[in-house]
């Protein structure tokens, strides 16, 4: 396609049209030739396949979307990794397929060796490529259909229930050296995504323990994002052909890139024909944990690696980027796109709670959580606590109401026996939120349990879980839960994956302030600042506009939640909360159509939603509004202006296969009203030349869509106000 986009603006630049125009018919062109197959709005409908060429030598994945092919023999070689898209070649060089260190020697799984030029592979090589006999090397191979990573069970209103589907490919290994050591490389083809995701896992058939040092499970030598003279390994841009994302990420930013503890871009020295003169370009990738594993794998064990999943990218465009990933999740995580719509309660007693679950069923809410600060305690585990909240629940369960807690892990001291150990200064402090327990403790543990009981006793539906930990390593050997530093990040995050798996699977939802997503967790912030919540109300909704833009770039808007206080939340006065509510129900509604419009939950935190009938109406009135069009609502954003408190701001949803296919919100914050005509982009709607658009209930108006997919949509917005309208 690339070509014919390249011949296309050869020809009007020859005929003398101005850039400008150039730029616009060019983007017109590639748009118009590919919208019919672009995956990202028309469903793919070519099922993943895996099969070995002529000549048996290679085995190829392929989904449509992408192909990536191996060399069978005389080891395991990945020789082609191409987008089917853009047709561009990711490799250039082969690479093991991956690296472990066993009892302090390293090894490589897979590859071939023998490639002289490094910047660019030719098939005609492969045949000269030998072998390394200290190497693990294939001995077999397996294709199954790709089985369901999480056993997920869905009781919410959701986006998408459906597991995803493909193939799994799972390549046996052996090494003569390390006798009964049994490694697996597993490779699992998604189906209508450019996505492929890679594991390893060994098992322990030897009569001794091993020791796992290290385990690098993605080599890959790619090509470079660009060509330097000069210039340090940070300094330069790594290549954006491909994103990885793994289930091994911490950081409590909100964010996966901030996050992310696995993606390692080296040099590649082999490469002596790159132009940078120290050998600094970054165009060599490994997928790794930087602490561990560290662990004993004892006879009959098994282990898994981090599992990474490589997706394609096709466009530098930050839009496109963005709405790549968040396919990715609804097809590979679709626990993410539940969202239940729920209010946080500030509870003293019983009574309060029976209260609010009856204010929920009354306004059409379908979830109560029980937030910080409330008078319930997850991890009294005593029968009359226990007795006690299986009542709250089964009274929610009556009314249609879905309930939750709130649990705290993190930030707070337990005891010098139970709290990480610094291996800095061999005490308890100096943990990233200064003091905090082991998950491998006695502590740590029995919070598991605790919280695994509370949970089977109760009935109870969603875990609001303030923690567990970012990252923190221990260094005391008395924790029953790893045997020392060495293994005390992965041994923490492996309690850690396994509760948060029972829970995912017992239908429990999770809102979880890390990036948890890969291991059953539903939500995490936006990303905010918590003292904004305290200004004046008007700040407050420019500021959560602007947390709402920012955060969903990579994110569904299930995948976040914002927050209202109805009360004194820190500080501020009068001017920050909207108690009374029947006092302030115009910024009531509008912070909620903010939220709600945005198809983002929030934490609506106070002891009630209404005060009366007429704040009833006003919450119902919005809530209804939402379930009408909420499956458009919670389709992915178009980002069309950040608020700026200067002029109009807003954002677009879009979804090809709904009836509805686009919703578009605006706010204008300034005193003035603001009439204009605005430029809508509809190429992700997947209209091709008409659409009709309607404000609000209001009959529609037909557009024609120019050349670049966009209309010219005039809109008037009252002073201080917001509007909406339906793109069908």
């Known amino acids: 396609m690339c070509r014919y986009i390249f011949f296309f603006?050869?020809?009007?630049?020859?005929?003398?049209?101005?850039?400008?125009?150039?730029?616009?018919?060019?983007?017109?062109?590639?748009?118009?030739?590919?919208?019919?197959?672009?995956?990202?709005?028309?469903?793919?409908?070519?099922?993943?396949?895996?099969?070995?060429?002529?000549?048996?030598?290679?085995?190829?994945?392929?989904?449509?979307?992408?192909?990536?092919?191996?060399?069978?023999?005389?080891?395991?070689?990945?020789?082609?990794?191409?987008?089917?898209?853009?047709?561009?070649?990711?490799?250039?060089?082969?690479?093991?397929?991956?690296?472990?260190?066993?009892?302090?020697?390293?090894?490589?799984?897979?590859?071939?060796?023998?490639?002289?030029?490094?910047?660019?592979?030719?098939?005609?090589?492969?045949?000269?490529?030998?072998?390394?006999?200290?190497?693990?090397?294939?001995?077999?191979?397996?294709?199954?259909?790709?089985?369901?990573?999480?056993?997920?069970?869905?009781?919410?209103?959701a986006t998408n229930k459906k597991p995803a589907t493909g193939k799994m490919v799972r390549f046996y290994f052996e090494n003569p050296s390390l006798k009964g050591i049994e490694l697996i490389v597993h490779y699992e083809l998604y189906e209508g995504i450019p996505v492929i995701a890679k594991w390893l896992s060994i098992k322990n058939n030897s009569k001794s323990a091993i020791k796992l040092n290290q385990v690098v499970n993605e080599i890959l030598g790619l090509v470079e994002e660009e060509s330097a003279v000069v210039g340090a390994l940070d300094q330069m841009q790594k290549p954006a052909c491909i994103y990885f994302e793994s289930d091994y990420a911490f950081n409590n930013a909100m964010r996966y890139n901030l996050s992310d503890q696995t993606t390692h871009w080296k040099a590649d020295r082999l490469y002596t024909?790159?132009?940078?003169?120290?050998?600094?370009?970054?165009?060599?990738?490994?997928?790794?944990?930087?602490?561990?594993?560290?662990?004993?794998?004892?006879?009959?064990?098994?282990?898994?690696?981090?599992?990474?999943?490589?997706?394609?990218?096709?466009?530098?465009?930050?839009?496109?980027?963005?709405?790549?990933?968040?396919?990715?999740?609804?097809?590979?995580?679709?626990?993410?796109?539940?969202?239940?719509?729920?209010?946080?309660?500030?509870?003293?007693?019983?009574?309060?709670?029976?209260?609010?679950?009856?204010?929920?069923?009354?306004?059409?809410?379908?979830?109560?959580?029980?937030?910080?600060?409330?008078?319930?305690?997850?991890?009294?585990?005593?029968?009359?606590?226990?007795?006690?909240?299986?009542?709250?629940?089964?009274?929610?369960?009556?009314?249609?109401?879905?309930?939750?807690?709130?649990?705290?892990?993190?930030?707070?001291?337990?005891?010098?026996?139970?709290?990480?150990?610094?291996?800095l200064t061999g005490k308890t402090g100096g943990a990233f939120f200064g003091n905090a327990p082991c998950f491998g403790s006695k502590w740590g543990l029995a919070y598991r349990d605790k919280i695994k009981q509370f949970f089977t006793e109760t009935g109870f539906d969603i875990w609001e879980n303030d923690g567990p930990y970012p990252g923190d390593r221990c260094a005391s050997v008395k924790h029953p839960g790893h045997k020392g530093l060495d293994d005390s990040q992965w041994q923490q995050m492996q309690i850690q994956k396994e509760l948060y798996h029972w829970l995912n699977q017992k239908g429990v939802y999770i809102n979880a302030p890390d990036w948890y997503f890969l291991d059953g967790t539903n939500k995490i912030g936006l990303g905010y600042r918590e003292w904004n919540f305290s200004l004046p109300r008007d700040q407050q909704k420019i500021l959560n506009r602007q947390n709402i833009f920012d955060g969903t770039w990579d994110k569904t808007p299930s995948m976040g939640w914002g927050f209202v206080p109805l009360t004194r939340y820190q500080g501020g006065g009068p001017e920050a909360i909207l108690e009374p509510l029947s006092e302030h129900l115009d910024d009531y509604e509008q912070l909620m159509m903010q939220y709600y419009g945005a198809g983002v939950q929030a934490c609506y935190r106070g002891p009630r939603l209404y005060d009366t009938e007429t704040t009833r109406l006003r919450v119902v009135k919005v809530i209804d509004w939402y379930k009408k069009y909420r499956n458009i609502l919670n389709a992915d954003i178009v980002h069309l202006r950040r608020a700026d408190g200067r002029d109009w701001d807003g954002w677009l949803h879009v979804n090809p296969q709904l009836k509805e296919k686009g919703l578009l919100m605006l706010f204008n914050p300034t005193q003035k009203t603001i009439n204009k005509t605005i430029k809508i982009p509809l190429y992700y709607t997947g209209l091709t030349k008409t659409a009709r658009i309607r404000e609000k209930e209001n009959n529609s108006k037909s557009f024609i869509l120019d050349r670049s997919y966009e209309v010219e949509l005039p809109i008037s917005l009252a002073a201080n106000s917001y509007s909406w309208w339906i793109i069908e």
């Open 9 to 157: 603006a050869f020809c009007f630049l020859k005929s003398g049209v101005s850039n400008g125009q150039n730029v616009a018919l060019i983007r017109s062109f590639s748009q118009e030739t590919s919208i019919k197959a672009d995956w990202l709005v028309t469903p793919v409908l070519k099922k993943a396949k895996v099969y070995t060429n002529g000549d048996k030598k290679d085995i190829v994945l392929d989904n449509g979307l992408l192909q990536r092919r191996f060399r069978l023999s005389p080891n395991l070689a990945c020789t082609e990794y191409k987008n089917m898209t853009t047709g561009q070649q990711l490799i250039r060089s082969v690479k093991p397929e991956a690296r472990v260190m066993i009892d302090g020697k390293s090894y490589n799984v897979g590859g071939l060796y023998g490639q002289k030029e490094q910047a660019y592979l030719l098939p005609e090589w492969i045949d000269g490529l030998a072998a390394n006999e200290n190497d693990f090397s294939i001995v077999k191979y397996e294709v199954t259909d790709l089985p369901p990573f999480l056993n997920a069970n869905q009781g919410f209103w």
């Open 273 to 423: 024909s790159q132009v940078n003169y120290n050998y600094q370009t970054p165009c060599l990738v490994e997928i790794y944990p930087e602490y561990g594993p560290g662990i004993e794998l004892n006879p009959g064990e098994n282990f898994r690696s981090v599992r990474t999943f490589e997706l394609l990218m096709d466009s530098y465009d930050r839009q496109r980027r963005g709405m790549a990933i968040q396919k990715m999740y609804r097809t590979i995580a679709p626990w993410t796109t539940a969202n239940p719509i729920f209010m946080h309660l500030v509870s003293k007693n019983d009574g309060e709670v029976y209260q609010a679950v009856y204010q929920c069923a009354a306004t059409g809410y379908e979830a109560l959580i029980l937030s910080f600060g409330s008078h319930i305690n997850m991890e009294d585990n005593s029968s009359q606590n226990l007795k006690r909240c299986k009542a709250l629940a089964d009274y929610a369960h009556t009314k249609g109401i879905k309930i939750g807690c709130y649990s705290l892990f993190s930030s707070r001291k337990i005891s010098e026996e139970d709290d990480v150990t610094n291996p």
